[in-house]
């Protein structure tokens, strides 16, 4: 079972370059998020969608753009590179259940921006 | 004030004894409730959602106050493999079923 695939697993940055984080889910999950986790800040969301084509900002987009081309992909990409972008990312799918859904995530990048 | 807070501990436990700890959360419109697990370095995993005033799964047991907008998770019989970090998160479907994440509670339990 592949649930949510991410990848890289690890990647190392220049200042100003650019790259896309790839995630992938096999289980037809309607939403899909990117979050990034700190030192003692908890997951924050970056971006989400709730479907193929339809995609929304979260709690810290700036510096980072999606799409949702396919229910199954949803790429991160950042756009010019930074320090502060130093984090680990993890991608995660839900199934709507109505009420609030289980949440399945991959098994994160770690990224350092130098 | 942040939507979800968490005492980040970490709490140390004897192999064996029970640990609780709460979490408190400030959106009185929030409707779903779940306790993942993280261990180091690892991606979170569900480990118990909480959808009405209580669920309990094995050892683990969760409450929910909505009255005073703090969910618990309690810990019986602690084993070393319990040891990890405890991320509470809620979600509001009228917020685009967004989940939000508390900052966790670390949890190590020694011998």
């Known amino acids: 079972n592949a649930g949510v695939t991410q990848t890289p697993k690890f990647q190392v940055l220049k200042t100003g370059q650019s790259m896309t984080l790839q995630c992938a889910q096999d289980?037809?999950?309607?939403?899909m998020s990117w979050y990034r986790q700190d030192p003692g800040m908890g997951l924050r969301l970056i971006h989400y969608?709730?479907?193929?084509?339809?995609?929304d900002q979260g709690e810290v987009p700036n510096g980072y753009n999606v799409s949702r081309s396919t229910t199954e992909d949803f790429p991160l990409r950042l756009l010019s590179a930074a320090p502060s972008q130093t984090s680990v990312y993890f991608c995660?799918?839900?199934?709507?259940?109505?009420?609030?859904?289980?949440?399945?995530f991959g098994q994160g990048t770690r990224l350092t921006v130098v | 004030r942040k939507e979800v807070e968490q005492d980040p501990g970490p709490f140390n436990v004897p192999e064996g004894a029970t640990v609780a700890f709460n979490c408190t959360y400030s959106?009185?419109?929030?409707?779903?409730f779940f306790w993942y697990r993280q261990d180091c370095r690892k991606e979170p995993k569900l480990l118990m959602s909480?959808?009405?005033s209580g669920n309990e799964d094995g050892r683990f047991t969760a409450q929910l106050n909505r009255a005073s907008q703090y969910i618990s998770l309690l810990i019986r019989d602690s084993k070393l493999s319990d040891s990890a970090t405890y991320l509470c998160?809620?979600?509001?479907?009228?917020?685009?079923?967004?989940?939000?994440f508390g900052g966790g509670t670390r949890v190590l339990v020694k011998p």
């Open positions: 909480v959808y009405s």
């Open positions: 959106n009185s419109a929030s409707q779903s």
């Open positions: 998160v809620v979600n509001r479907k009228a917020a685009g079923n967004k989940l939000t």
């Open positions: 969608s709730v479907g193929a084509g339809i995609t």
């Open positions: 995660a799918s839900s199934k709507d259940r109505g009420r609030g859904t289980e949440a399945f």
């Open positions: 289980m037809n999950h309607e939403y």
